[in-house]
């Protein structure tokens, strides 16, 4: 048996997983890892955290699957987006930590750019609004912040990368410099449109074009792993951000094609083919992965999706487990107008109101916790559909499917409605570790061991269809209620 290895290098845990030649997990390890937090709103990773929670799972996966190193075909990197890394290009070390996603810490710096009126041109160039997730200004704070850095990198001495990029120099022993569409589109330096790095980008950030990686497609034969790392040299064959890769292991790689991820917060990508469509509703124009010239996708996501669950459970106190949701929500046949915005953190698209509240509205004597669950439920689904009518209007197409994976996946009733209040199938699958498969398809077609997309399309299975059980009129009606929902959150 030929083995696939996809490596998922997330914001809190690594995986190995993996697949077998039917696209079947044969075994799995993961570990979690420190997270640092040194002042308010600042998000740190150690790299060494990083690397050796994620050579550490290989062996475990290996042994689980009763497989040894040398059954591994080829392996395939996803890993969390936009944490930004800078080492020394002698020594390889990191001169700062990482600097993860999440971190707000270059927020002012952002809010000056969009002062400035330049968000209009990073947008137009990188199909990203100007904050502070994305790579460029958190590589400006290392070189204005840590001594030496920017003197360091004028003379080309250092290397700029996200996590893949990372990863993929430490593991050849500086060999692979170099990242894929997916991840480089994400750094607020990368033209999408030219798909080249920006001149005019780099020097508004001040960054030397030197501290940049090569890129290429995600499904690419990016170079070999040092044997001495796990014992025999690896073929490293793709390479996407997590989202993208999700949406390649969900075999999305038709215009139209639509999936939603349901974590603590939820993020849907749509395909849109060869044209980068331009939002009207503050969506995100980026990348997709796949081979040769790229697709164009469009990107939304929900702040709180599976986090509303975990604050009934531990915040409201009426619900044990999260799974438990999905019982009591079931326990009556409707929410009977109770809805719940769960705008903890304001509202994102296509509202972008950033001092939205959470709301709850319509109770009456009568409302149990029963409806309190089940609503807040439906508030999850209601800010997935706002953001799938966007989409829909911002690429003028309608869908008809929607895939879904993620942790509130699972839950059957949200599922359900979702399919409702959408008008459409949802369809879950029976692989739900759909990032680390979509890495392991893109690496397992690059290196010859299934042919195509179409060769796997044979293979998909879904392990649940939800079919939507109300008509039109319903549907007005409660998209109606929920309109007036969030009118009432934005109340302030
Ligand atoms: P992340 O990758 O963002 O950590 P996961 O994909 O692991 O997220 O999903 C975890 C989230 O899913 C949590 O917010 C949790 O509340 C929610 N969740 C897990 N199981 C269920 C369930 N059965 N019903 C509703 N929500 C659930």
Redesign the pocket.
């Known amino acids: 048996m030929k083995y696939v290895l996809a490596l998922d290098q ?1 914001t ?1 845990s690594s995986r190995a997983i993996l697949f077998d030649q039917n696209g079947k997990v044969a075994g799995k390890a993961y570990q979690e890892f420190r997270q640092i937090y040194p002042k308010a709103g600042w998000v740190e990773h150690d790299p060494k955290d990083i690397l050796s929670s994620q050579v550490g799972v290989i062996a475990q996966a290996l042994v689980r699957a009763g497989a040894s190193i040398a059954d591994v075909e080829a392996v395939g990197l996803s890993n969390q987006r936009e944490t930004t890394l800078v080492w020394d290009a002698k020594t390889g070390a990191p001169v700062y930590n990482a600097i993860v996603w999440q971190c707000r810490r270059t927020a002012d710096m952002c809010d000056d750019l969009k002062a400035r009126g330049l968000d209009k041109m990073i947008y137009a160039k990188t199909g990203l609004v100007a904050d502070a997730y994305f790579s460029a200004t958190k590589i400006r704070w290392i070189l204005d912040n840590v001594e030496g850095a920017r003197e360091k990198a004028r003379r080309g001495e250092l290397r700029f990368g996200t996590v893949d990029t990372y990863l993929m120099y430490a593991l050849s022993g500086g060999r692979i410099y170099a990242t894929d569409y997916t991840n480089a589109a994400r750094t607020m330096l990368f033209n999408i449109h030219t798909l080249d790095w920006d001149d005019e980008l780099l020097s508004l950030f001040d960054i030397p074009r030197s501290m940049l990686p090569e890129v290429h497609p995600s499904g690419h034969f990016y170079g070999k792993t040092d044997g001495d790392f796990l014992g025999r040299e690896l073929k490293i064959c793709a390479v996407a951000g997590d989202q993208q890769a999700a949406l390649f292991g969900h075999l999305c790689t038709r215009k139209g094609d639509i999936k939603n ?5 939820c993020f849907l990508l749509m395909n849109t083919g060869d044209t980068a469509v331009e939002s009207n509703n503050g969506l995100i124009t980026s990348l997709a992965a796949g081979f040769g010239k790229p697709d164009y996708i469009l990107e939304g996501s929900v702040f709180v ?3 509303a ?2 604050w009934l ?1 531990d915040e409201m106190k009426i619900i044990n487990t ?2 438990e ?2 019982e009591l929500a079931t326990k009556v046949p409707s929410s009977e107008g109770v809805y719940v915005v769960p705008a903890f953190t304001g509202l994102g698209a296509p509202y972008w109101d950033a001092r939205a509240r959470g709301a709850i509205i319509g109770l009456t004597r009568g409302t149990g916790r029963e409806h309190i669950v089940r609503a807040t ?1 439906e508030g999850i689904a209601y800010q997935v559909a706002d953001i799938v009518r966007a989409m829909e209007l911002d690429a003028g197409v309608k869908i008809s499917t929607l895939r879904v994976d ?3 996946s ?2 059957n009733f ?1 599922m359900a409605f979702q399919s409702d209040i959408l008008g459409c199938t949802v369809l879950r699958p029976a692989v739900i570790e759909t990032t680390a498969l979509g890495a392991a398809y893109l690496a397992g077609i690059t290196s010859g061991l299934w042919s195509d997309v179409e060769e796997l399309r044979k293979n998909e299975r879904t392990e649940r269809a939800f079919s939507p059980s109300i008509g039109e009129g319903e549907r007005r009606r409660l998209l109606e209620g929920w309109r007036s929902a969030v009118d009432a959150s934005r109340l302030r």
């Open positions: 997330g809190t991820t349901y974590g603590t917060g999706g599976g986090a669950v975990q459970r999260a799974a949701s999905e439920l993620g942790g509130a699972a839950n949200l």
